[in-house]
């Protein structure tokens, strides 16, 4: 015999710990709700607040679930002081199984409770006739046929006499101790009807079937517990007990096509009571096939919206505060229909116009995100103590996948009622079969379609790491779309699966892994649900830790603070011996150069007018988005500049659009690779290896690319601190470099092949033994970082090797006398990404252009070289500074031979402060706006010793000067600032 299942009321323990979850929820809410709606992340207008609108209903329906947690409450069944007249009605239409019915006849009849029980036959049906005869039910019938459920209903209300009126789905099958725990609510005269949890026997029939008793299991548990504090319990269309009294005050039970919600709203502006016991006692049929689930989605959709609009409005002043609350709400969860089609868009849009909603920072986006997101599951999964079986606990991802793929039938919902379309009342079918439903499925398939071809056009149009992850929302839209035509095969799929002996072990070993996963997943879900409290309560609290006293911020400045110590201790000492040359020499084997037989070097790349390029090379740590648009702008500005190539530093994401790009501009790129600081060619030589591997496999890939002209070894490996007291990594260094550069040659011998130096007193000798070495080695790249005349011309005498510059300033190639070899300037635009700020480009961060930009076109492009630029310095305060203090500071001027301080604008000429931290090293890694005109107050900063001030002097939109100055602290606050 079928057993009736009860929940046990929440402690008050369970109620404080959910009651505090969703407090830090609100919390997380509303740092997520501010950190989207902020200015600095908004991108293309249009589409950011498509976003903007899916987050705000997305937030709104939490809240509508939380509000509805607060107060969950399992009544207690009061004792039966009375016998009350009950009637049981359920209803037939033409084509229902029969089988069916007459199981659900029988059970009705079995109930213990004294009862009679009603057919509403809207078919006269001769053989239900005879079975109604047999197992003693009422048959009724009617010839007027309006109302549809409703009005059957109502007409066996007309006929038959008992207080309480029970009204059963034909396909819900109630357990014989079914009003037991029901009629006993009905001594409080006030209580108008008494529903019950609407549960289901087929859940496991496949999975429109699953998904659709996924939807439910929230609701008619925890949800609709909490209704009987606010007083709106809905009356759902199976297991509801009304009083009659109740039902005749309103004229009957209300019709339409959400015929039970109408029901409730009706009797409670009437003022009548409703009551919701948690307790399983029927188990009904959920929808099984995509057409009777879309069936009655549609019925819901537009039944349950056309009482919003039409009747609502004219109830609302009869109900309290809580229902005004209820009755407004629910309808809007089908304009989630339009929700999912926004967000089905924004992807897709994203990817065809190459814009971004959001300028982001992936990351941080994830940890802004993960707090709300962490109290939505965890809450979620808490409130399943109150569900009413164990199976309904989990994630309920089948219901929401069903969901998503509804969205074009909550849409016609809507769409329908603001119309006035009229829809018939059609049961959902009860059979399970369904021949074919491909028409039902051409929304999802569009979606899937369209969403795949702006993935191919997006990627191929401008492959940027930000339009991958549009693709990847988009790809996961096509992942549910895929979902909901499969559920919806699933009796095919089931067919095809048994087709051959392959296919059937292979679904078997599937169904094996499934179960095996389930009893996994349920221990998982018991521990998510014991710990729930706790676990919300440690992740806020690292939240708020991390917003309140910022330890990422912090370890930074310790070490800074570190470098800064480490720094100091090195003045302290003798300056770093340079790399041991001539022990180099002896160690390759190789004789030093005689002076006096040199021969006289050579300038390479004759004609290359170039700028180093490195956009995009940190992009996950840049936003907004590095996109073709920017790209192709800035290569027209190049052109404009006199500027015919481009040093590209890769392999990377970019590498796509940058050969692209570069080749329809007619711009050359020397492609480089980078040889990472970390790597030691002594002991970590599968790294050396790794490294050699992917240069050799790019070089492959791009060797067809014709306007790549070279193929270049970015980073002086050789020349670095580290390596200059280690004669063994340089050695290896040395050999690495000769068989890469011979490698590369076997791939591609058409191209030269250059390795970069930095300038200093040992370039022309380790040239040499490079050379010497590696002789697969065209020609050096010479990276001058001190635009001094004297020493850089002095080296360049001596060298006696192909080389260009590889990295110089548009100063130092003004003062240079050396214009022959091919120039690749500094770099094109100032960098301003987390943790990372530079200030060798030929732009600014914000893309106005330098004074030197100005220096290098009246080199280049023969324009006129640009006015002088009025020096300016910054007056730091005669006085010590310490963290909290407000010091001004002052812009100066240079004029008549004499320094002046500004007390005013100047025409023509802008000022803007900027506050810079330094890693200790000064190195700049963070930016940030001080201030505008010739003062600043500032507020001193932690650890005043890690940070510089610049002042950036405009000229109309141009960056003429950039000037830099220490927060003048002293020496002992410095001391202490280190001992700490």
């Not at 007249?85 to 069916?100: L, N, Q, R, S």
């Not at 339009?467 to 096509?478: E, K, R, T, V, Y």
């Not at 711009?667 to 790794?690: C, N, Q």
Request: aromatic share 12%; glycine share 6%; net charge positive.
């Amino acid at each position: 015999m079928k057993q009736a299942l009860y929940v046990k009321p929440p402690s008050r323990k369970q109620l404080i710990m959910l009651r505090l979850m969703i407090f830090f929820g609100l919390v997380s809410m509303g740092f997520f709700l501010s950190s989207i709606l902020s200015e600095a992340v908004r991108g293309f207008a249009p589409l950011y607040w498509m976003l903007v609108v899916t987050f705000v209903f997305t937030c709104l329906k939490v809240l509508h679930e939380w509000y509805h947690y607060l107060f969950i409450t399992v009544p207690a069944t009061p004792t039966l002081t009375r016998r009350y007249t009950v009637d049981i009605f359920t209803t037939f239409c033409a084509g229902e199984p029969y089988e069916m019915i007459v199981e659900t006849l029988t059970a009705i009849q079995a109930i213990t409770y004294p009862h009679e029980t009603y057919l509403c036959d809207e078919a006269d049906d001769p053989y239900l006739r005879e079975v109604c005869a047999r197992l003693g039910v009422h048959h009724v019938t009617r010839t007027d046929k309006r109302n549809a459920k409703a009005g059957n209903i109502n007409n066996a209300l007309r006929i038959s006499k008992g207080e309480l009126c029970v009204v059963l789905d034909p396909d819900h099958v109630p357990f014989p101790d079914f009003l037991d725990p029901i009629v006993s609510h009905f001594d409080n005269p006030e209580i108008g009807y008494v529903q019950i949890v609407q549960a289901y026997k087929n859940h496991d029939e496949g999975l429109i079937a699953k998904g659709a008793a996924q939807q439910t299991y929230q609701f008619y548990g925890p949800m609709m517990m909490t209704m009987n504090h606010y007083g709106t319990v809905l009356a759902i269309g199976a297991n509801c007990t009304f009083r009659r009294t109740a039902l005749e005050s309103i004229g009957g039970h209300a019709a339409g096509l959400a015929e039970d919600m109408h029901t409730s709203m009706q009797l409670h502006a009437k003022g009548w009571k409703s009551m919701y016991v948690p307790a399983v006692l029927a188990r009904g049929l959920v929808p099984s096939t995509l057409s009777a689930y879309y069936k009655q989605q549609l019925k819901w959709s537009r039944g349950v919206f056309d009482l919003f609009v039409h009747v609502y409005p004219k109830l609302f002043s009869k109900f309290t505060w809580s229902q005004r609350i209820h009755y407004g709400t629910i309808p809007l969860h089908y304009l989630s229909g339009f929700i999912f089609l926004i967000n089905f868009l924004i992807p897709i849009l994203a990817l065809i116009f190459d814009v971004s909603p959001m300028h982001f920072d992936l990351t941080d986006f994830l940890l802004v995100s993960l707090p709300m997101v962490s109290c939505i599951i965890l809450i979620r999964h808490f409130v399943q103590w109150w569900v009413m079986e164990d199976e309904e606990r989990g994630f309920h991802v089948i219901g929401g996948l069903l969901m998503i793929g509804t969205w074009w039938i909550f849409i016609l919902g809507v769409l329908y009622t603001i119309s006035g379309k009229k829809i018939p009342y059609v049961p959902t079918p009860k059979d399970g079969n369904e021949a074919n439903n491909w028409p039902l499925n051409v929304p999802n398939l569009a979606v899937l379609g369209i969403s795949l071809m702006a993935i191919v056009y997006g990627l191929y149009q401008d492959l940027n790491p930000y339009n991958l992850i549009m693709a990847g929302f988009a790809g996961l839209n096509c992942f549910f779309m895929c979902f909901n035509i499969a559920a919806s095969r699933q009796q095919q799929i089931r067919q095809f699966s048994g087709s051959s002996r392959f296919l059937s072990t292979a679904f078997g070993a599937i169904k094996e892994l499934k179960g095996n996963f389930w009893i996994l997943r349920r221990r998982i879900y018991s521990g998510v649900r014991t710990s729930a409290f706790l676990i919300t309560v440690l992740l806020i609290s690292f939240i708020v830790y991390f917003r309140r006293f910022n330890p990422q911020l912090e370890q930074n400045l310790a070490i800074s603070i570190e470098n800064q110590v480490y720094a100091l201790s090195l003045t302290k000492r003798k300056p770093p011996r340079q790399p041991d040359v001539p022990a180099l020499f002896r160690a390759m084997g190789v004789r030093e150069p005689n002076a006096k037989g040199t021969q006289k070097s050579v300038a390479f790349f004759k004609g290359t007018r170039g700028v180093n390029y490195t956009k995009g090379h940190n992009w996950s740590r840049r936003y907004p988005a590095f996109t073709k648009h920017e790209l192709e702008a800035d290569l027209a500005q190049m052109s404009q500049a006199g500027i015919n190539a481009i040093r590209h530093f890769g392999p990377g994401i970019y590498d796509y659009n940058i050969m692209k790009a570069t080749g329809r501009a007619g711009i050359r790129v020397h492609y480089t690779f980078w040889v990472p600081e970390t790597l030691d060619f002594v002991a970590d030589k599968s790294g050396a290896d790794d490294l050699a591997s992917e240069i050799l496999a790019t070089v492959s890939r791009l060797q067809y690319q014709k306007h790549i002209v070279s193929w270049n070894i970015g980073n002086a490996a050789i020349q670095r601190h580290r390596r200059s007291e280690s004669t063994e990594e340089q050695k290896q260094y040395l050999y690495w470099l000769k068989k890469t550069s011979e490698a590369i040659k076997k791939i591609d011998g058409s191209r030269p092949v250059t390795v970069d130096l930095e300038i200093n007193a040992e370039t022309q000798k380790l040239a040499y033994l490079i050379k010497q070495v590696a002789p697969a080695i065209d020609a050096f790249g010479l990276v001058l970082t001190d635009v001094g005349e004297k020493p850089v011309e002095g080296t360049l005498r001596k060298i006696t090797v192909p080389y260009y510059f590889s990295y110089i300033g548009a100063d130092g190639l003004a003062s240079s006398r050396e214009r022959q070899a091919g120039t690749f300037i500094s770099n094109w635009q100032d960098e301003k990404i987390v943790e990372h700020v530079s200030f060798d480009g030929l732009h600014d961060y914000a893309g106005r252009p330098k004074h030197s930009l100005q220096i290098l076109k009246s080199i280049w492009s023969g324009g006129e070289a640009p006015l002088p630029v009025p020096h300016f310095k910054i007056l730091k305060p005669a006085i010590a500074t310490f963290e909290g203090t407000l010091l001004d500071y002052h812009a100066i001027i240079l004029q008549n031979g004499q320094w002046k301080v500004l007390n005013g604008p100047i025409n023509g000429i802008q000022l803007e402060w900027k506050l810079v931290r330094t890693d200790g090293f000064n190195n700049p890694v963070e930016m940030t706006d001080a201030g505008n005109g010739p003062r600043l107050t500032l507020t001193i900063p932690k650890h005043p010793s890690l940070y510089q001030l610049y002042l950036y002097v405009l000229r109309g939109e141009t960056v003429s000067a950039i000037v830099k100055s220490e927060l003048n602290t002293p020496l002992e606050p410095a001391k202490k600032a280190w001992d700490r």
